[in-house]
């Protein structure tokens, strides 16, 4: 029992072994909760079920947020509430480019949500890999902070000036690197991701891919590429690797939910990009600025954080006004 006790008090990346076993616990059960008794029965989710669904998560992180701020002091919960709303903010760009993947495998919606959900385990995993690697890099190196806020402000200017080309998810190179190498059946299989079936050549029965596991790997292609934004913006809140960790996973796990809603109606959120990158120039200024002349208050930024956000919603709903058509998603 002691070694037990001591083992749960084990230090790993700053925090009691405890915390990340009880963060995970909670990822997990809300996962089989969702998956095993929510949507057990595969079928299509309408905006209102995604809406209050994602209402749900939001209480959730913010619950966890409000522990994190009793336990461990108003400044960490500031730093998890920025960091929540920046992630947040930043996935409604990945909301548009999931939907051209699923248009793309003409995945029905009644198998899009098993699979966006599922593919939050392999999010854990890339997520803790990047997380952990920049805490490393921050930690050993304090100069890497400022090349992340580099990075953030000419990311932010880029996304003001610079216009985004279509998407082809067709020359995706991970997906012809699949394709040319794996066996991948024409057609859907219900929401399996693999199948057994004959081999063309020989007759016996052989592993083959289905769609909806290539939809599921160029999705999570397209979250680790959204991640090199998002996770230095966070450690440009806080270094702290537990509340960069959960603040990301929470949006995250919210961001599924809340897909079917932000699917059907991205094209009212056109003008948000300029907010987002306002946001990231100055979450990338403020990591000179406490460099050079001391720390800003994590009040400050959240208040900034959140006005920005707010603002730029607000905008791009007032100027799309006139197309208030909710667009169907395949």
Known sequence: MDQLIALLFLDVAGKPLWLWLGFLAIVFALLAFDLGVLHRDSREIGIAESLRLSVFYIAVAAVFGGWIWASMGPQAGMQYFTGYAIE?????????????????????R???YRALVWGIIAVLVLRGLMIGVGAAL???????????????????????FVSEGETDISQN????????????TPELHGERF????????????????TPLFLALVVINIA???FAVDSVPAIFAITTDTYIVFTANIM?????????????????????????????????????FWSH???????????????????AGILFSLWRTGGGTDVKHVA
């Open 138 to 160: 921050v930690q050993s190196y304090d100069w890497v902070l400022l090349l992340f806020g580099a990075f953030l402000v000419v990311t932010g200017i880029k996304m003001l």
């Open 110 to 112: 009644a198998y899009q």
């Open 223 to 225: 979250d680790f590429v």
């Open 194 to 209: 693999f199948v057994r079936q004959p081999h063309p050549v020989t007759g016996k029965a052989v592993l083959w891919a």
């Open 88 to 108: 947040k903010a930043l996935s409604i760009d990945n909301v548009f480019v999931i939907s051209l993947i699923f248009s793309y495998f003409a995945i029905p």
């Open 251 to 287: 949006a995250i796990l919210g961001l599924r939910a809340l897909y079917f809603a932000l699917a059907a109606m991205v094209h009212r959120f056109s003008h948000l990009k300029y907010a987002l990158a306002g946001v990231l120039v100055f979450i990338g200024g403020k990591i």
């Open 173 to 184: 190179k991970a997906l012809r690197f699949l394709t040319k190498r794996m066996r991948v």
């Open 292 to 310: 050079f002349f001391g720390k800003v208050d994590p009040a400050i930024s959240l208040g900034v954080t959140v006005a920005m956000i707010a």
